[in-house]
């Protein structure tokens, strides 16, 4: 595979499927004004960008997906694709997370459900086996009496396992699929996209305000961020800058952490993907698919932890 290829394929496994909100545009995405003579070209052995640009193209829509229009092209309005835009909307990641939670709500329900038979299942045994386990890690950590943790921390463990376990998946199985079905662009793997872990951050970031306001009050949850950890009037400044940073930092390093390790994950797979000997790739891809089912596993729990002690933290009134 030419440099330019492996280039091509990177970059296209890691684009988002992202909207413009703007004007409803699919970026890095158009559409040939003569579909017909555009393939007739591709035919002939011209490479698409010189077809796009002999038959003409527009911007493809959001109702153009499916069509089998919609062409990725990064060459054509790169400079509009970024990790973070405000006006872009990755709809990918967003409808994989609403599927995930879905499959985790229906899974749970249906395991509930049987639970009056009198034989549990291999599913009720696994399922039990998760629960007790979250709760024995709430029970050790958060020492008050709180409704909403244990469920909040059951869910946030199996929904970022789910997200991270679409990275097992062959990496060209679903990016195939949408594109044989109309869809440019399809990155599989939720928590691989920042916008979702740092939104899930924030999300446990709101609940620290929320457990701090109800447990130790506004005017204790003042006290915390200008009298500790200096316990004088003097140093309320300096001890406003040290909490202050110390708050914020919660939610950036549980968002970029989960980022960042199924960020790597994602492209060590693409790399393995990349070398022309299939047997080669399943010697690379078997051993680290197998690590990589630990490192899943492993940051699930982690933003579980975290998540817990955080709130733990904030209910503290010392």
């Not at 694709?81 to 879905?102: F, K, W």
Request: aromatic share 12%; charged share 15%.
């Amino acid at each position: 595979m030419s440099e330019h290829s492996s280039q091509e394929y990177i970059g296209h496994h890691l684009h988002f499927l992202q909207v413009d909100l703007r004007d409803g545009s699919v970026v890095d995405s158009v559409k040939p004004n003569d579909v017909g003579a555009f393939e007739q070209c591709l035919a002939e052995g011209t490479s698409q960008h010189d077809c796009l640009a002999k038959v003409g193209f527009e911007q493809c829509k959001v109702g153009d997906l499916g069509s089998g229009q919609c062409i990725a092209s990064l060459e054509e309005s790169s400079a509009k694709a970024s990790i973070v835009n405000p006006y872009t909307l990755n709809l990918d990641s967003l409808s994989i997370t609403v599927i995930l939670g879905i499959v985790f709500l229906l899974l749970f329900r249906y395991a509930a459900k049987k639970t009056t038979s009198g034989v549990p299942t291999k599913l009720q045994c696994f399922v039990e086996m998760i629960f007790g386990f979250v709760q024995d890690t709430v029970t050790s950590i958060f020492k008050r009496k709180s409704g909403l943790i244990a469920p909040l921390s059951l869910t946030v463990f199996m929904w970022v396992f789910l997200m991270n376990l679409m990275d097992l998946l062959p990496i060209d199985l679903l990016p195939q699929l949408a594109t044989s079905l109309g869809v440019p662009y399809f990155r599989v793997v939720p928590s691989a996209d920042v916008n979702i872990t740092l939104s899930m951050a924030c999300g446990v970031f709101i609940l620290i305000f929320a457990f701090s306001f109800k447990n130790i009050g506004v005017m204790g949850f003042v006290k915390s961020i200008t009298m500790h950890p200096f316990h004088h009037p003097v140093f309320i400044p300096v001890n406003f800058v040290l909490e202050g940073v110390s708050l914020l930092s919660k939610p950036v390093s549980l968002g970029l952490r989960l980022f960042g390790n199924m960020y790597a994950g994602e492209m060590i797979f693409i790399l393995i993907a990349l070398i022309p000997l299939w047997w080669i790739q399943w010697v690379l891809n078997v051993p680290w698919a197998l690590f990589h089912i630990l490192i899943v596993t492993l940051q699930a729990f982690i933003f579980m932890v975290l998540t817990i002690v955080y709130l733990s933290m904030a209910s503290e009134e010392d």
